[in-house]
């Protein structure tokens, strides 16, 4: 039981460049999501997925597309990285019913 | 709309001595709040939730915090901190709807010196 698992665990990237990151979660959860940690700032949430063929807009959307894939999958695509993108990406999932969310081990990407 | 404060960006304690790590919230209805830990380099780890059963709630290694809602706060503590307790903390709250989506404060880094 791996728990939610992130892929890369590290990217740079040059600015107008794309790329998808990746996250799985083995726990059979219902909802998933995307989180930005800036300094300074907590996390923000970017995109949910409330359940499998759902997935909704949160605080900070603009610049990323997300596709839920099947239940235990949910990535986040940048289109056109931008030096403001830099950050670390969090996953994280949660069982229906339940508050507590599941964090994976975070994507740390560089824009330059 | 729910949200966090924690009052501290930085704590330094020494070890042996007692954490104390504050929160505030806001909310228009009584809330599920959390206390989160991330360690350097780390994914956020569970440190403990309050979901209205009971004001004083216990997390793992032997943090607590007990919900006021007079004070509208949710203080985190320790009694004895441990060289290991080094990390950043947040605050959380939940927001209403099915979408269950986590607020995070600004978090609090905290140091144990020897």
Redesign the interface.
Same mark, same amino acid.
């Given at each position: 039981n791996a728990g939610v698992t992130q892929t890369p665990k590290f990217q740079v990237l040059k600015t107008g460049q794309s790329m998808t990151l990746q996250c799985a979660q083995d726990m059979n959860h219902n909802s998933m999501y995307w989180y930005r940690q800036d300094p300074g700032m907590g996390l923000r949430l970017i995109y949910y997925s409330a359940s499998e063929g759902t997935t909704d807009k949160g605080e900070v959307p603009n610049g990323y597309n997300v596709s839920r894939l099947n239940k235990r999958e949910f990535s986040l695509r940048l289109e056109s990285a931008a030096p403001s993108q830099t950050s670390v990406y969090f996953c994280a999932s949660r069982v229906g019913g339940v508050d507590t969310q599941y964090f994976g081990p975070g994507t740390r990407l560089t824009v330059l | 709309a729910q949200s966090v404060t924690q009052l501290d960006?930085h704590v330094s304690v020494s070890e042996g001595t007692p954490v104390l790590l504050r929160c505030n919230y806001s909310s228009s209805y009584s809330p #599920?709040l959390?206390w989160?830990v991330q360690h350097p380099n $780390? /994914?956020? !780890?569970?440190l403990l $939730?309050y979901?209205s059963a009971a004001t004083l709630v216990k997390g793992i290694n032997g943090f607590e915090a007990e919900f006021k809602k007079s004070e509208t706060s949710f203080h985190l503590t320790k009694p004895s901190a441990h060289m290991s307790d080094a990390a950043e903390y @947040?605050c959380v709250v939940?927001t209403s709807g #099915?979408?269950? !989506?986590?607020t @995070? /404060? #600004? /978090?609090t880094q905290l140091t144990v010196l020897p």
């Open positions: - | 960006s #599920s959390f989160y $780390k /994914g956020l !780890q569970l $939730k979901t @947040f939940i #099915s979408a269950r !989506q986590l @995070f /404060g #600004s /978090g």
